[in-house]
């Protein structure tokens, strides 16, 4: 791992750091879970000028967690995605940088692959019985390396399959559930002297078989991010969070039924952790377009041999939608990212009270953005909140209440 980065251990934290000026957000074990960052509760500490250098995360930083009580917890590493900047790290975590950022999410699925669990314990296991990592441990750690085309085929393939799983488990629960509730149903018509016809369990055998497969689903949000990048992937101020921002505007404001994705109130929220992941994998998949990290900053989208492929499909699914969807791409086509975070996150605490049944106000909605969603969202001003709300109805954009309430921050 040394040969490919600098691997750099964190900040102790002392009573000394208490008395320090500058005071900056950091990360801890609990915020980095297996290729997920939980950013619902961040806390802050005093960090030196000298410190700086060493301490602050870059995006595509990797994430490992130095110990842990359980044998299967201890290593468990994530991408560090930039949402919260500037933002250092506890000791407890170990930061590698990696000379080749775009083999970021390559190194981090190879740590969780079996045989990169296997390297992780056997470097970790002590005569003690305890498990624990160190700079110089993770530094030790053998690292796979086939070309870098290769890796990035491999990570798309990864994370198109878990995505098909993840629907894929959605759908046996919701079946189970069903299944489940049936039974009772049997049971008490049985118990209360009453037969039930056959007519009943084959109209409830045949919701099952009518629930749309994963793969549908999963298809249906990658072409939807097909559009938006199709649209809009020569705009220098397009990358991946103000992908997930458009992309979550027009599935509300469209009132895209397929999708389905359950978003979250984190730092750069609405957030889906994986979701813009899976769709670059499959807009890979298909050759549309792929992603790259910039030179600079930030994640950009190239046109791959079949770009603007998915648009056969657009009339097929949604030809009733196309013209919003459409809109507000072009709305926000040169809109920076915070002005695409205020847009969509004014739009979701609305939609939620609409949700919650509660009142709806501007005072609440502020209530619910400044003090019930992530202290980041403080650094914009109150008044371009209210701005923004009054721009909203002013456009036509007033939610009513579609979809799923936002989750509360992800917390471990």
């Known amino acids: 791992m040394e040969q490919l980065g600098s691997v750099i251990g964190g900040f102790t934290k002392n009573p000394a750091r208490s008395k320090l000026r500058n005071r900056l957000p950091y990360l801890s074990v609990a915020n980095v879970y297996a290729n997920e960052l939980r950013l619902g509760h961040i806390e802050y500490v005093g960090v030196r000028d000298t410190e700086l250098a060493k301490l602050l995360l870059h995006r595509g930083d990797l ?53 990169g669990r296997h390297q992780v ?15 110089k441990k993770v530094g030790n750690l053998p690292v796979p390396l086939p070309p870098l085309a290769e890796q990035q085929r491999i990570v798309a393939e990864v994370e198109r399959r878990l995505s098909v799983i993840e629907e894929m488990e959605k759908i046996v629960d919701a079946n189970l559930q069903r299944a489940s509730r049936l039974r009772q149903s049997i049971l008490e018509r049985a118990f209360s002297g009453r037969f039930i016809k056959s007519s009943v369990i084959d109209k409830s055998v045949s919701k099952i078989k009518e629930t749309s497969p994963a793969s549908r689903r999963h298809f249906l949000r990658a072409l939807l991010s097909a559009e938006i990048v199709h649209q809009l992937h020569a705009e220098p101020t397009f990358g991946q969070i103000k992908h997930q921002k458009i992309f979550h505007l027009c599935e509300h404001i469209a009132e895209i039924t397929d999708l389905d994705v359950r978003y979250h109130r984190d730092a750069a929220g609405p957030y889906d952790n994986r979701l813009i992941y899976a769709n670059e994998a499959e807009l890979k998949r298909q050759k549309w ?102 721009w909203m109805r002013k456009e036509g954009f007033v939610p009513t209440g579609f979809g799923k309430p936002t989750a509360a921050a992800s917390r471990p």
């Open 121 to 135: 314990e056997r470097v970790a296991s002590s005569t003690s019985g305890l498990y624990t990592l160190s700079v």
């Open 289 to 390: 377009y792929e992603s790259y990290s910039r030179k600079k900053v930030g994640h950009g989208y190239r046109a791959l041999a079949k770009a603007g492929g998915h648009e056969k499909y657009l009339e097929r699914y949604w030809p009733e939608k196309l013209e919003t969807i459409r809109r507000l791409i072009r709305l926000m086509r040169h809109w920076d990212t915070e002005r695409c975070e205020i847009f969509a996150t004014a739009y979701a605490a609305w939609n939620d009270l609409l949700l919650w049944e509660k009142e709806v106000s501007d005072d609440a909605i502020l209530q619910e953005v400044l003090y019930r969603w992530h202290d980041s969202k403080q650094r914009i001003p109150e008044a371009r909140w209210r701005k923004a709300l009054e």
């Open 63 to 115: 994430l490992i967690v130095e110990g842990n009580g359980s044998k299967d917890q201890i290593g468990r590493v994530a991408v560090w995605d930039g949402s919260i900047d500037p933002c250092v790290h506890q000791n407890h975590l170990i930061k590698v940088r990696l000379i080749e950022p775009s083999m970021s999410n390559w190194v981090s699925r190879w740590l969780q692959s079996p045989l």
